[in-house]
Every structure is written in C-alpha cells, then in structure tokens.
C-alpha cells in the first residue's frame, strides 16, 4: 500500500505541516507568494520545514532559484500547472504532460507518439491542461516554456509542418480535436510564458537534455 505524503507550508494563511493534500490546499489556495511542497515521509517534512523553502523549491540539476534578478519579471505563481513536451531528434518519440508547479507531482501524461514533433507536444499539453481545469472548474494559470504553442492556442490551431503519414494517424486526430476544443470552449485561464533563463528548467520537464 502506498504511504500517504506530508505537505510542508512554509508560506501560506497557516505555516505547518499537513498530513493530507485537502488541509494543506486550504492554507495555500488563492494565497500571495504561497511556498509548499510534498515530501514522502513525516522526518523529510519536518528536516524540510524547518529550512529554507529556497532549497526544497524549483530544485533542478543541483541548481536552486534563488530569486529573479531581472527587472519586471519577478518570479513564477506557484500555484498553477505546468506543461512540457519531450521529444527525440532522432525517433521522432514525442511525449508530454503536465504537473504541479510547485510540488511537481504530475497531473496527467500522454504518449509516446511517433512521427511527431515537440511543438505538437506542447500546443497538446496545453490543451489538456485548459480541458482538465475546465473539468475541474479550476481558473489556475498554465506554464509553458515555447511560445510557439502558447500562439497556436491562441490562433485555435496548430500550425505545423508535420506531414500526416502511417504512424502518426493518431496525432493528427488529437490536433484536430484539441483544435475543435479551442474553438467550442472559452476559459479565464493564463497561459504563461515560463522564464527558463531566469528560473531554470519548467518543473515538467522530463530531465532527458
């Protein structure tokens, strides 16, 4: 049986430790500047709380985002969703799919897809994201490191060079429906764009560079 996690608040209505994600999402829901983060057992949660939130937060590759330095640009809301593609230059594999921003838990994952292309990947993170949170009725903003995709949703169309073939019948059908989707549906949404020179990797990365 899996064991349940520990969600450490270092900023939020009530800063503390919280045996489960209802509890925890109450001090930290709409909340300016929210730090928390899960952790697998109570002893890392209690190590982690009582330490610098900056250590625990948006760690990647042994390199820790410890404020922007950059004029109006300020630093990422931790609480949204982020999304990311992954894709092989050789195979031609793609995959994507979106997490937590702050926790990195992930939310959803799709694929592998072949005979596609990364910016596919990412206008259909995006997608799934906007269609999960209108489920959800949830207005959370969505992270997205390529501004290709971010102007694809925007224009509710994908505008790849991609030529359809046998394998990637699939994807194809995907696009069109994400595109049927775009224009059926409104949502308040935002999309952003994620700042990795400034802030590092986006938290759905899937690591592979």
Not at 130 to 157: C, E, F, G, N, R
Request: charged share 25%; glycine share 6%.
């Amino acid at each position: 049986m899996k064991k349940p996690k520990c969600y450490v608040v270092w900023q939020g209505r009530k800063p503390g430790i919280y045996l489960n994600w209802s509890d925890c999402l109450e001090q930290v829901d709409k909340f300016e500047g929210a730090a928390y983060k899960s952790f697998e057992d109570l002893k890392a949660a209690e190590t982690a709380f009582a330490g610098d939130y900056k250590k625990y937060i948006y760690l990647k590759k042994n390199k820790v985002l410890q404020g922007n330095t950059n004029a109006g640009v300020g630093s990422p809301e931790k609480i949204s969703v982020s999304v990311d593609a992954a894709w092989n230059t050789v195979t031609k594999v793609m995959e994507y799919r979106g997490v937590d921003t702050a926790t990195g838990s992930q939310l959803f994952i799709q694929g592998p897809f072949r005979d596609a292309t990364n910016n596919i990947g990412e206008f259909l993170a995006i997608v799934h994201a906007l269609a999960m949170l209108k489920q959800q009725h949830s207005s959370l903003p969505i992270y997205s490191d390529s501004m290709t995709a971010i102007k694809w949703v925007k224009d509710k169309h994908a505008k790849t060079k991609l030529t359809p073939s046998p394998e990637n019948t699939v994807l194809f059908e995907l696009i069109s429906r994400a595109e049927i989707w775009l224009k059926a549906n409104t949502f308040s949404n935002r999309i952003l764009k994620w700042q990795t020179d400034i802030w590092g990797e986006i938290p759905a990365d899937f690591g592979r560079k």
